[in-house]
């Protein structure tokens, strides 16, 4: 069975400044997929960004990348110009590759993020 | 484009009693998946549902089930409610053969209380 660990329970940042949210995971696959998946407090869960094991090149949208080590297992999301908006609870999330459609996903317990003015 | 939809927001329930949320995917997807997520913790998966079946289940007990309808929406029904299922349960849908079918969205949420 896969695993998904976020063992930094909060973390804060300043206004503008950079940050960035650890993850890791145990699995015996060798495809597979990794997601960061944002909460706010309005509880929707809205998708950050997404990572194909299979691809070398890490995965970025806009201010938002990832630093991608497969032997390592890790998968950490660095936050750039961080923004108040930003403040929310971040999700690791593991997706097995072969199981196609009808996969679930397996989530960490989360990271609380604050921002600082 | 309609997001996933969820209802009710909450719902305040006492133990014992039975209990159904319901949730509308996104358009264009058919597959529908339902979670857990207990306070300050990361969501659990219970099941999901394609083509009106149950394809795939996590850790739950039977007194959770569920269903699908023709129109992909889907119910997730808690019979014999205890305190430990308050918790908010989030639905995710996608669309099982297209592009993208690795990327599940998620609904609002419906938060359960269970007195």
């Known amino acids: 069975a896969q695993t998904v660990t976020q063992s930094q329970p909060e973390m804060s940042v300043q206004e503008a400044e950079t940050v960035t949210l650890s993850c890791t995971y145990d699995?015996?696959?060798?495809?597979?997929?990794l997601f960061w998946y944002k909460q706010p407090p309005s509880r929707q869960m809205i998708l950050v960004i997404r990572?194909?094991?299979?691809?070398?090149q890490n995965a970025t949208e806009n201010r938002f990348s990832v630093n991608f080590q497969k032997a390592a297992k890790s998968f950490s999301l660095k936050i750039s110009d961080s923004q108040l908006g930003d403040a929310a609870m971040y999700f690791c999330?593991?997706?097995?590759?072969?199981?196609?459609?009808?996969?679930?996903?397996?989530f960490g317990k989360g990271i609380t993020l604050s921002v600082r003015p | 484009d309609a997001g996933v939809t969820q209802s009710p927001t909450h719902l305040i329930k006492t133990r014992g009693q039975q209990v159904t949320l319901r949730c509308s995917p996104k358009?264009?997807?058919?597959?529908v998946s339902w979670y857990q997520q207990a306070l300050g913790q990361g969501p659990q998966f219970i099941f999901q549902?394609?083509?009106?079946?149950?394809?795939q289940r996590g850790n739950f007990p039977d007194r959770f089930s569920g269903h699908q309808f023709p129109n992909y929406s889907s119910e997730l029904n808690v019979n014999a409610l205890l305190l430990g299922d308050s918790a908010l349960y989030l639905c995710?849908?996608?669309?099982?053969?297209?592009?993208?079918?690795?990327?599940?969205?998620f609904g609002p949420g419906t938060r359960l209380t269970v007195l």
């Open positions: 999330a593991y997706r097995s590759f072969y199981t196609g459609a009808n996969s679930k996903l397996t």
């Open positions: 699995t015996s696959e060798s495809d597979y997929y």
């Open positions: 990572q194909e094991a299979y691809k070398q």
């Open positions: 358009s264009g997807h058919d597959t």
């Open positions: 549902y394609y083509e009106e079946e149950e394809r």
């Open positions: 995710a849908t996608n669309w099982f053969r297209g592009a993208g079918t690795d990327t599940q969205y």
